[in-house]
């Protein structure tokens, strides 16, 4: 089949990658999204229960302790070193895919997909990538995750995207180009940094209470906020086998609020590095997406930081689960025959 056939021939896809949900959009108008685990089964009386050789997704964290699970994005970047980790990579791409009914040669097409991954994966991760992908897509472009929230949203043109995930909390400034290195940041302080400190601070007020983490993202996704609390927070947890409610509004502020510190820096310095007639209208045009943008409260306090400077306005994105991979499919549709990097079967 020719390079040049009818696009209705292609399946285009876009993809965003992330370190507790993946998302797919394709051109046949499916959209999924995925939590980022794969595990399996960690013994032969597991493979018994289960019946199955891997497990994906929320069926992975149901099944957690009959499996070894593996997280396989940390901090946004794919793992190095385990074949586990890197086949790990590998099935969640697959099962993207397959739920995109978009398997490379069914019914004679090809698969197109643009993959948005945190700035700093670009430059650290781009071959894993490939290799990862390699047998499931024809053509791939690689982009960042806030140039495809951009693109989707058609916030091309005097613009900051601030893309705050599990793993990272990505930035982009938009000037009506494609982003350089210079024009990006990535931080590692995002929603599993949150994770990890609200379970310490929780720890040690009820030092015998017993939870786990996916417990305290459960909290943080449900009740997490910056700023003056609207209400007490107050959350279930085992002490000494009894279920006990515990109030963990103090816990759960100051743990929200510890990634605005870095943030808030990295978006003023960015800011400071625009010409200077385009700082305002930037300003004035920030969008928050993101899982963890969603955290009450988050775009006032961006938006009161920016209060010196000369105000500004942070719009939050309402629905930023497919937000990601819409744009990367919007970049996949229009982009030129020559931006397509080629991959071997």
């Not at 285009?12 to 993946?22: E, V």
């Not at 939590?35 to 997704?57: C, H, N, Q, T, Y």
């Not at 997490?224 to 103090?250: C, H, Q, W, Y």
């Not at 007639?277 to 009161?304: M, P, W, Y």
Request: a negative charge; proline letters at 5%; aromatic letters at 4%.
């Amino acid at each position: 089949m020719s390079e040049k056939s009818d696009k209705s021939e292609i399946i285009y896809l876009g993809i965003d990658l992330g370190t507790s949900r993946s998302s797919v959009s394709a051109s046949n108008g499916q959209r999924h999204v995925i939590e980022s685990f794969v595990g399996w089964p960690a013994d032969m009386v597991a493979k018994k229960v289960l019946k199955r050789e891997v497990l994906i997704g929320h069926e992975a964290l149901e099944n957690r302790t009959l499996l070894d699970l593996y997280r396989p994005l940390e901090r946004g970047l794919m793992k190095e070193g385990s074949e586990k980790d890197t086949a790990a990579v590998k099935a969640l791409l697959q099962e993207l895919i397959r739920h995109a009914g978009a398997e490379q040669g069914g019914e004679g097409r090809r698969v197109r997909a643009v993959v948005g991954v945190p700035a700093e994966a670009l430059r650290v991760n781009k071959q894993q990538l490939r290799s990862a992908m390699r047998g499931l897509v024809s053509s791939l472009m690689i982009v960042s995750e806030p140039f495809a929230v951009a693109y989707g949203m058609e916030e091309l043109l005097h613009a900051m995207i601030i893309d705050i995930g599990a793993g990272t909390a990505d930035f982009c400034v938009m000037m009506g180009r494609f982003p350089g290195e210079e024009d990006q940041r990535t931080l590692d302080t995002a929603g599993d940094a949150i994770d990890e400190q609200l379970a310490k601070l929780v720890a040690a007020r009820y030092p015998r209470a017993r939870f786990s983490i996916h417990m305290v993202r459960r909290w943080k996704e449900e009740h997490g906020f910056v700023g003056e609390p609207k209400n007490p927070v107050k959350v279930s947890a085992p002490i000494d086998g009894r279920p006990t409610e515990l109030d963990i509004t103090d816990e759960m502020r100051a743990a929200c609020e510890s990634i605005l510190p870095p943030a808030i820096e990295t978006m003023i310095d960015l800011l400071a590095r625009v010409e200077p007639e385009f700082q305002e209208k930037v300003r004035h045009n920030i969008v928050l997406s993101g899982g963890t943008a969603l955290i009450s409260g988050l775009g006032e306090a961006f938006e009161e930081a920016l209060a010196e400077f000369g105000g500004g306005n942070v719009q939050v994105v309402t629905d930023p689960i497919f937000v990601g991979s819409d744009g990367g499919l919007a970049i996949a549709l229009d982009a030129p025959e020559e931006d397509w990097e080629k991959l071997p079967a």
